[in-house]
């Protein structure tokens, strides 16, 4: 049977160390860490995220802000209030929760936050130090794999890591840091993605497995080597009559079946899910103690 990578726990663990943190803080009579989210529009995964963000600042002892604007609002405003923000030294940390309304343009967006204040590692700025293996805000998702696979003692250093997509936010990040010369990373790294000819015998060659592509169920047990170590990034919403919710989630990564061949593998929920919070709320600690720039 293989380890469950359990990132509830993990995620509840990282959050307890940035309180006692934000304890010592307050009797050095330091900078509590605030935390600010911009949030455009109504969309109800969007508000659920970002809601969750705020009740995680709270829980550590960080202080945060919620600016909700109108889905109308147009980008020289939107602008304007990251600009109020990246100005604010009251604010160590900035997030504009994506995706945005589309006459909003996220490249311009995104370049307007500040790099010391973008704990997302979202910027052109930490993107290239992060690849560049400086001190960089990393982006939480996958700073946050890369934590599950220290506090797991997973070994990385000549392993074949393959990572199926290759989005901005997780995929192209990732393959970077595993194969970065250090730990958890000195990989042999496949970035696979939607045009990859035979994914599957790709899959199958991989100690590590890193899944990010957004379909649901996706990797079967035929892709899978016996004894890898799978990464589930996925996260599915589908109708289930048996729950009192009516519905399930589920992950890129069929579970039951994948998780009777590999080592090592994270559940979807309770996996990756919980680390990305706790990684934002870390980059945010960092930036309120100036230890990236
Ligand atoms: N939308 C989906 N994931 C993220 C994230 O990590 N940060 C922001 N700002 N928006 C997101």
Redesign the pocket.
């Given at each position: 049977m293989s380890v469950v990578i359990d990132g509830k726990k993990t995620s509840e663990e990282i959050k307890g160390e940035i309180a006692q943190r934000v304890a010592e803080i307050k009797n050095e009579g330091g900078k509590i860490p605030h935390l600010a989210?911009i949030l455009v529009g109504s969309d109800g995964?969007?508000q659920t995220?970002v809601g969750a963000k705020v009740k995680s600042c709270e829980q550590v002892g960080f202080e945060s802000t919620l600016v909700r604007l109108d889905e109308n609002v147009t980008e020289i405003e939107l602008l304007k209030v990251v600009e109020d923000i990246n100005q604010n030294p009251e604010i160590d940390g900035l997030?504009?929760?994506?995706?945005l309304p589309k006459h909003i343009s996220v490249e311009k967006v995104t370049d307007k936050i500040k790099p010391e204040k973008d704990v997302?590692g979202?910027t052109p700025s930490n993107v290239g130090r992060m690849a560049l293996g400086w001190p960089a805000y990393v982006?939480?998702?996958p700073y946050g794999i890369v934590e599950l696979l220290k506090r797991y003692k997973i070994e990385t250093a000549g392993k074949h890591c393959v990572v199926i997509g290759r989005s901005h936010?997780v995929g192209s990040p990732m393959s970077i840091l595993m194969a970065r010369n250090e730990y958890p990373g000195n990989c042999t790294v496949t970035l696979t993605h939607s045009r990859t000819k035979n994914l599957s015998e790709i899959a199958k060659t991989a100690d590590i497995l890193i899944v990010a592509l957004g379909k649901p169920e996706f990797v079967t047990s035929e892709m899978v080597k016996e004894g890898a170590v799978v990464i589930d990034v996925g996260i599915h919403r589908v109708d289930d009559a048996s729950k009192k919710s009516g519905f399930k989630l589920i992950g890129d990564v069929k579970y039951e079946e994948v998780a009777q061949k590999a080592s090592a593998i994270t559940p979807v929920p309770g996996g990756v899910g919980p680390m990305?919070i706790a990684s934002?709320l870390y980059n945010t600690l960092l930036a309120a103690e100036k230890k990236i720039y």
């Open positions: 989210a995964a969007s995220y997030i504009v929760q994506l995706p997302d979202f982006a939480a998702t936010i990305t934002l």
